[in-house]
């Protein structure tokens, strides 16, 4: 019986060990980063997430978060480029937004917290 136990406890700290380091990993840590392919970055999304409107113009050319202007019902899409906005998202980039076209076609931004890849490789607008 005292191999038995031994067996059971050494599956039991095997089990929790695994069980931590799944808890630890983060949904961007585990999608990877996003990557360019066929000229265009491409990042793993939540299907279905909203896609935001644009203000402004330029470089002053910002999300607008009170305007839904279609759904990213694929997954991955693709992405032209981050903006650092002033509207707060959370997640591990609070402001961050990524610039794309929603499945209906519209322009606009959809939020880094709706988007599992790590957004670092995008490169950022208007610079």
Same mark, same amino acid.
């Given at each position: 019986?005292?191999?038995?136990?031994?067996?059971? /406890? !050494?599956?039991?700290?095997?089990?929790?060990?695994?069980? #931590?380091?799944?808890?630890?990993?983060?949904? #961007?840590?585990?999608?990877?980063?996003? $990557? @360019? /392919?066929?000229?265009? $970055? $491409?990042?793993?999304?939540? /299907?279905?997430?909203? !896609? @935001?409107?644009?203000v402004g113009n330029g470089t002053g050319f910002q999300p607008d978060p009170d305007n839904v202007v279609g759904y990213m019902n694929t997954n991955p899409s $693709?992405?032209?480029?981050?903006?650092? /906005?002033?509207? @707060?998202?959370?997640?591990?980039?609070? @402001?961050?937004w990524e610039l794309t076209v929603a499945d209906n076609g519209e322009l606009g931004f959809m939020k880094d917290t709706d988007i599992a890849s790590e957004t670092d490789p995008l490169p950022v607008c208007f610079q």
């Open positions: 019986m005292r191999i038995g136990s031994r067996i059971a /406890s !050494v599956a039991a700290t095997v089990a929790l060990t695994a069980g #931590a380091g799944l808890a630890l990993a983060t949904p #961007a840590a585990a999608a990877g980063d996003c $990557w @360019y /392919s066929d000229g265009k $970055w $491409w990042c793993n999304n939540v /299907s279905g997430a909203p !896609v @935001y409107g644009t $693709w992405f032209d480029c981050r903006r650092k /906005s002033f509207h @707060y998202v959370g997640g591990p980039h609070p @402001y961050r």
